[in-house]
């Protein structure tokens, strides 16, 4: 699509649909961004597509979905350049803000949400670093970070950590002194958009329930891949879980006031491991679990099947084994899916290969978002092609999840088509039970 093009849809946008939410952003008004109102039209089109469902088909019958947008990677950084962190304020964080923008906006002439977008999540890497950062610029960024995805939004937003929010890149002891600690994590990340969060004071982990369209409500647990009281481990290579954590993960998250009209969904910037992928290309990590792998996968695998797990997992630096004695037997709810990062790919896969995976249902099913920031390539990512200051510069998911049907939709604002498939669609559906 080219410039003139470009101003074209701008101009259909700003005069037929929601104009009003404009003056939340006034520079945005201002200087109409084409690529964003480009990329907004197709994306409010696309959830506007898959934002009911209906129990028979008469107009009575129709419910609206849970509807979650899904940002993973934004690399808040003074050198991304549409991500970045800019003495003139009207350009930081442009993609994270087109996100806020996108999800908040209201209907033509009105203030009610034209698509009723009910929770924002971002999947870790919520920053990024260089070997040279001292941690005054490390904080500025959490602090941009959070001033923009609170800015201007009334959705309720959650975050999980990332192996870049760390804010070092090695283990050298000349860059300790820079690192994140979870206390100075927790300062920067704790806001009053957060209010109701089940955490521990201090803590990067907890929980939120919010109301489901659907009946009932999504837990939401967010995981803290950074969770360590001493520097025991190298956290922008391995992520890791206390003892603290997977007993509160085990005994609060998934036990406390959980009821069966409560579905599950946990936040967690790495990915896990499938053998769906064993003979193709490497989606994942470049980094890895300090523990064994599969330890969340089979305490959520006990949770799913109502039964008991009695297990010890491996440290592999032979720090400290983590042990995990629960009982799910009476414990109502389901689960969802887990929602990650890191890889910098669109894609969707199920979770295989674990000793206690049950026969009897359907996988784990883990969705992984794209990089928002454009121009951090990884080592073996990237395979959808994006160009800044176009309309592939930004990329977020958008899921209607729909609870009657067991099934999840998920639609796409900017680039989503990788070159090694040209027919991938606008609109996924896929089943989580």
């Known amino acids: 699509m080219n410039k003139i093009e470009f101003l074209i849809v701008a101009l259909l946008f700003v005069f037929y649909s929601c104009d009003k939410y404009d003056d939340l952003y006034e520079e945005l008004a201002a200087s109409p961004n084409a690529a964003y109102y480009s990329n907004n039209n197709e994306a409010v089109r696309r959830v506007l597509t898959i934002k009911k469902g209906n129990l028979g088909g008469n107009n009575a019958d129709w419910y609206n979905r849970f509807l979650i947008t899904h940002i993973s990677d934004p690399h808040i950084f003074e050198k ?15 993609n994270l803000r087109e996100a806020v923008f996108f999800s908040n906006q209201l209907k ?19 920053i990024s670093n260089s070997s040279s950062d001292d941690k005054s610029a490390v904080s500025q960024r959490f602090d941009c970070f959070m001033k923009y995805y609170n800015e201007k939004n009334s959705i309720p937003s959650l975050f999980c950590t990332g192996n870049h929010d760390w804010g070092i890149t090695s283990f050298n002891l000349s860059q300790l002194s820079n690192r994140m600690t979870s206390d100075d994590i927790f300062m920067h990340l704790t806001s009053s958009l957060n209010t109701g969060i089940k955490n521990k004071y201090g803590r990067n982990y907890f929980y939120k329930d919010i109301s489901n369209p659907c009946g009932g409500y999504i837990r939401f647990i967010s995981l803290d891949m950074l969770d360590q009281s001493d520097v025991d481990y190298n956290t922008f290579e391995y992520a890791t879980y206390s003892q603290n954590q997977i007993d509160w993960l085990c005994s609060v ?23 769906e992928f064993e003979n193709k290309v490497h989606y994942y990590s470049d980094g890895a679990y300090t523990h064994d792998w599969y330890m969340i996968p089979e305490i959520v695998e006990a949770f799913r099947t109502k039964k008991q797990l009695h297990a010890i997992y491996k440290d592999k630096f032979n720090y400290k084994d983590i042990e995990v004695n629960v ?29 206690n995976i049950s026969s009897a249902m359907s996988s784990q099913l883990m969705i992984l978002c794209t990089n928002q920031a454009p121009d ?24 209607a999840l729909d609870t009657k049907e067991g099934n999840i939709y998920i639609t796409y604002f900017g680039a989503f088509i990788p070159f090694d498939d040209l027919q991938k669609p606008e609109i996924e559906k896929i089943s989580y039970r």
């Open 253 to 275: 998250a998934l036990k406390e006031n959980m009821t069966d009209q409560h579905s599950v969904i946990i936040l967690n910037h790495y990915p896990f491991p499938s053998k």
């Open 80 to 94: 991304s350049k549409d991500n970045g962190i800019f003495s003139n304020s009207a350009n930081c964080c442009k």
């Open 327 to 355: 009982d799910f037997a009476a414990v109502p709810g389901e689960f969802v899916c887990y929602l990650g990062g890191h890889s910098h790919v669109s894609v969707y896969f199920h979770i295989t290969g674990f000793p």
């Open 376 to 399: 951090v390539i990884g080592k073996i990512y990237n395979k959808v092609n994006r160009e800044v200051g176009t309309v592939t510069s930004n990329a977020f998911h958008i899921y």
């Open 108 to 126: 033509r002439d009105s203030n009610i949400p034209l698509l009723g977008i009910n929770c924002i999540v971002t999947t870790g890497d919520l």
